[in-house]
């Protein structure tokens, strides 16, 4: 059985900023994508970044419009963790983050496409 675990979420001012972290309990996801999600409440669980697997060590990040020059996700594999830098944060990045990986290589901006989902933690932006 494979988990993840987050961590790294709490309660941030409006320009702050926080690095979220995702540990896998296996190198099952070292060939594989692997994302980050969020979901405010009241609304749909929405794509934030992702790492698609191109090669040997070899990742491409995509990011949402709404986080991209903001966010940046990375991993370590020798660690099985997965990452997620917010930086300049915004009261609208209020959310329950979620880690998630797919047995696919290339990300998908789609939840229904993953498999494995982590337990989520808050994040919460003050004005």
């Known amino acids: 059985q494979v988990q993840l675990v987050e961590s790294g979420g709490g309660l941030v001012q409006a320009g702050g900023s926080l690095r979220l972290s995702c540990v896998a309990s296996?190198?099952?996801?070292?060939?594989?994508?692997m994302g980050w999600f969020r979901q405010a409440p009241g609304k749909e669980r929405e794509f934030v970044a992702a790492?698609?697997?191109?090669?040997?060590?070899?990742?491409?990040?995509d990011y949402a419009d709404s986080v991209k020059g903001r966010f940046a996700i990375s991993r370590d594999n020798a660690l099985n963790t997965m990452y997620l830098q917010m930086n300049r944060l915004k009261p609208e990045d209020t959310a329950v983050y979620y880690c998630?990986?797919?047995?696919?290589?290339?990300?998908?901006?789609?939840?229904?496409?993953?498999?494995?989902w982590g337990q989520g933690t808050q994040v919460t932006v003050s004005s």
């Open positions: 296996t190198r099952t996801f070292s060939n594989r994508a």
């Open positions: 790492l698609s697997w191109a090669g040997t060590n070899t990742y491409y990040a």
């Open positions: 998630a990986g797919r047995d696919g290589t290339r990300y998908d901006k789609s939840a229904l496409q993953y498999t494995y």
